[in-house]
């Protein structure tokens, strides 16, 4: 790996090399500020997502009463109509012009109807039942999730525009997780019921209706300080460049595009296979937690909150790996240590080898969560960090800047495989009979034991067994750090001479 003083002779090479003053300024430090209020913006992400991918589905089924199936099914159609729809916004995207520049627009438009749709989902009248219930909470659903991508594609394209400096890349998006980790402690721990945490809280439908109203106030306040925090970084940003043709034709010919990318398409793949995986584990954790590990509501909480702030832990880690290892190879590490984490716990209880004392197994579980967590976002941040540099080189293959065409079709691959692991999730529980009248039993119903082992082999081993798979997947991403000083040179000089990509691109 080049010596720092290696990297400051490159980077002063290439700044030399061009005149753009976006370019020029792009290869420049960014300050803790300017970070600071980028990585607010993930807050929507993680306050929307954590909502929904861990009380959701338990509101749906234990308290409003909707069978596992059609709660599944309900989030497969809202993810798969929104990943169809992503690369529509992408395209929009990097084909606006505007004095706001061509993503801030989007994230002004879309604060308002998120944070609705967001308490609505959670604001569900109690006398919806059946069919009825199922056409509200998905309609419901669709704006939530389309809304979220309008705000969440432009966003997630600015931090991949605003720094080409390889290692600055890494730093953005730890940056990000920093503060996913931060709203999605506080939505699971509000949501949890907080203090007043107790086995009745997750039962009572009041309560998800002031959660709901408490995170859309909250995530208004977030995208105006994201959206604005940021409008002074829009001369950073790259301008569109718009290409012939209408914008059906643009979009068959960029997606054509994108899936020639060698770099993409082992991403796609490996996002697609970890997704189906976590969407079955993560929709089920508080039925596990609750029912097949038998936890007492505090240590319940305790478990999902360590977990969602690991990557506090995870962060440093990350961020010595960056200095010294590629990013591929501290990215599939970190998701075979997550992988092991997730597996062990539920096969050694179902096998007895575990003791039946909630104390002794709330520690183990605590822990776990937290290495299991660090591992994630150790993983996360290589992964993603791959992903801005991956949009580089498409810009070298095709000469187009053409981030969030190319974030949306990673972003069809995680919405529409947590679609389909959700429904996976959803038929699960319908299939080992957990029943659908689980809050009127009580806060300690009894179930049969082939139930019980049933949820703890779906929530767990068969979820770690899949996502073990696309670690390796991404041993088909080949970009490495001298390949992308290679091509940043590249790009630099092109520019400089006005010349085109060439004409044998991949």
Known sequence: MASTEESVSESASLLMNTTDPGEIARRSKLSLATKSLYGVGEMTQGIVTTGLTYLAFFYLTAVCGMSGTRAGLLTFIALLVDSIADPLIGLLSDNTRTRLGRRHPYLLLSIIPLAL???????????????RLFLYATSLMLVLRV????????????????????????????????????SAFACL????????????TLL????????????????IVIGIV??????????????????????????????????????????????????????????????ANRYFWDLPASVNQSVLLVLVLSPLLGL?????????????????????????????????????????????????????????????????????????????????????????????????????????????????????????????RGAHPHLPISTVHGLGWVSGPLPAAITAMSALTMLGYKLNKEKYQAIKQALSERKRLGASPPADAP
């Open 226 to 287: 994201a959206t604005f925090g940021t409008m002074r970084q829009i001369p950073r940003l790259h301008q569109a460049r718009r290409r012939p043709g209408t914008p059906i034709a643009q979009l068959i010919r960029e997606l054509r595009e994108v899936f020639r990318n060698k770099s993409f398409v082992a991403l796609f793949t490996t996002a697609l296979i970890y997704f189906v995986a976590q969407g079955t584990a993560a929709v089920l954790a508080l039925d």
């Open 204 to 219: 009572h439908r009041s309560n998800y209706a002031r959660f709901g109203w408490l995170g859309a106030a909250s995530l």
């Open 189 to 200: 721990y509000v949501g949890l019921g907080g203090l007043n945490a107790n086995s009745a």
């Open 147 to 182: 809304c979220l991508s309008l705000f969440y594609l432009p966003y997630l394209a600015i931090g991949a525009e605003i720094s080409d400096d390889y290692h600055e890349r890494s730093s953005i998006v730890s940056f990000r997780l920093f503060f996913w980790s931060i």
């Open 117 to 131: 749709s967001f308490a609505l989902v959670f604001s569900i009248p109690s006398g919806f039942t059946g069919p």
């Open 316 to 440: 440093p880690i990350a961020r010595l790996l960056q200095n010294h290892v590629e990013k591929r190879t501290f990215a599939i590490g970190g998701a075979l240590v997550f992988c092991v984490c997730q597996f062990y716990p539920p096969v050694l209880r179902i096998c007895g080898l575990l003791p039946n004392d909630w104390r002794y197994l709330s520690t183990l579980l605590v822990v776990n969560a937290g290495i299991s967590g660090a591992g994630l976002v150790i993983s996360g941040i290589g992964f993603q960090s791959m992903m801005a540099d991956a949009a580089d080189q498409h810009e070298y293959l095709f000469g187009a800047r053409r981030e969030a065409v190319f974030l949306s079709g990673l972003t069809f691959s995680v919405k529409s495989a947590s679609g389909l692991g959700s429904l996976i999730a959803g038929i699960a529980l319908d299939a080992i009979h957990f029943p659908v009248d689980i809050a009127s």
